[in-house]
């Protein structure tokens, strides 16, 4: 038989503010070290970032996508970064007034190349939608300037 222990988030946060390195090892392994980190950003850095916090071994996953052409890989890879990065929050089709924000990029090869230029809100009403939106402005421009080569090799 199990037995469950409630425990209020508030709470396990001031125990782990105050654990030792053991006590928030421990505590971390108990209730995923997502519970103790505030940010999102701070969390998700890497493409290897976005692969532990969506529970994928990596070398299990190019495999899995070995043969597909290098913007299709980075398609995958960016629905990852995107589900990381807006965690448990999906966008509602449905709903045209939910903003959803997408990275707008500047590709001017002549110039000076693949750049981040900007992001923007829109609303609509559709039955599918694109999975390469995120929740707020903030995180479209994090991951626009933090995942920009993952967008230049999926866009060119």
């Keep these: 038989m199990k037995e469950f222990i409630e425990i209020e988030r508030s709470d396990a946060i001031k125990a782990h503010k105050n654990a030792d ?4 090892a421990m505590l971390e392994d108990l209730l995923n070290k997502k519970t103790f980190q505030k940010n999102v950003m701070e969390r ?18 190019y495999v899995k996508y070995q043969n597909l052409e290098e913007d299709t890989l980075n398609y995958e890879i960016l629905k990852l970064i995107c589900k990381a990065l807006n965690e ?13 924000y997408y990275p707008w990029f500047i590709m001017n090869e002549g110039l000076s190349g693949f750049r981040y230029g ?3 809100g829109w609303t609509a009403y559709t039955t599918a939608g694109s999975r390469l939106c995120f929740k707020s402005e903030e995180l479209a421009k994090y991951a626009a300037t933090q995942f920009v080569e993952v967008f230049r090799k999926y866009l060119y």
């Design 118 to 120: 900007g992001c923007d």
């Design 88 to 100: 448990d929050w999906e966008a509602d089709w449905k709903d045209s007034s939910q903003y959803k």
């Design 21 to 24: 390195t053991k006590g928030k």
């Design 44 to 61: 998700i850095k890497t493409i290897e970032d976005v692969f532990k916090d969506q529970g994928i071994i990596a070398s299990e996953f």
